[in-house]
């Protein structure tokens, strides 16, 4: 299974990375120092993942409280699936609002443009606390390993098309989003004016920005970042959250 969903994750990156070419949103406009700095903090970041992220998920789960162990697999890993979407929706909102994952959360915000390299760009801070932080929810709720496993495929995928600079058009997008995250739908999450940024935090659906109330709709804009900042080179962002206060 995990050959299955390595396979399916590359294939997917990989039609996203043609398509935004094929039918770009915006054009970039920004030197390819920042491609540099997102597949450096993408190598970094994706490493954590793999190191650690799911590794601690998948143990946590060999040792979770059982008291779902008799449910029907299907019905366990469909139930798994939306408990998972529900952490990462409030673990997203968590670091928007709590200063201190902020500081970490923001160097993917600084990003100043949107395309697939965007989704590899987190702060390797940020991927081992949300490690740790999954891990005892793992454990509390009994999640399924095959549920882990389909999440975090699911996760990357998802990510690579919500930031990538693919032009969907105007209706396809609107259709889409009223289910799932679509790229015109996360756009408005990275436009520097807080009242944005602090909306659509959702990851798979926009299920639950809907059901808490930070479902945002707002102009195309081909502009991105923190409000009041500009990105920084790869050395700057890694001790960023250490050294500048919160923004
Ligand atoms: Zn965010």
Do not use: C
């Not at 989704?119 to 949300?130: D, K, M, Q, T, Y």
């Not at 659906?205 to 991105?224: I, L, M, N, Q, V």
């Amino acid at each position: 299974m995990t050959l299955y969903l390595t396979i399916a994750t590359i294939a997917l990156l990989g039609l996203w990375l043609a398509a935004e070419r094929l039918r770009p949103a915006f054009s970039s406009g920004q030197g390819g120092g920042r491609i540099v700095r997102n597949v450096l903090l993408g190598v970094v970041g994706l490493g954590a993942t793999f190191a650690i992220v799911t590794p601690v998920s998948l143990t946590a789960a060999q040792f979770g409280a059982p008291w779902r162990e008799t449910w029907p697999m299907w019905v366990r890993v469909l139930t798994d699936l939306f408990i998972l979407e529900f952490f990462i929706y409030w673990w997203h909102r968590a670091n928007h609002e709590v200063p201190f994952l902020w500081r970490f959360h923001r160097v993917h915000h600084y990003d100043g443009f949107l395309d697939v390299t965007s989704a590899l760009r987190f702060h390797p801070g940020e991927v081992i606390l949300s490690a740790l932080v999954r891990g005892v929810y793992v454990l509390l709720f009994d999640v399924s390993v095959p549920a882990i496993l389909i999440f975090d495929a699911a996760v990357v995928i998802a990510a690579g098309f919500h930031h990538s600079n693919l032009r969907l058009g105007q209706k396809a997008d609107d259709v889409l989003r009223k289910v799932v995250v679509s790229p015109d739908h996360h756009r408005i999450h990275h436009i520097p004016e807080r009242r944005y940024t602090d909306s659509n935090y959702g990851t798979l659906t926009t299920f639950f920005d809907r059901f808490f109330g930070s479902y945002e709709e707002a102009p195309r804009k081909g502009a991105y970042g923190v409000e009041g900042a500009e990105d920084k080179p790869f050395t700057d962002l890694m001790t960023d959250p250490f050294r500048s206060p919160s923004t």
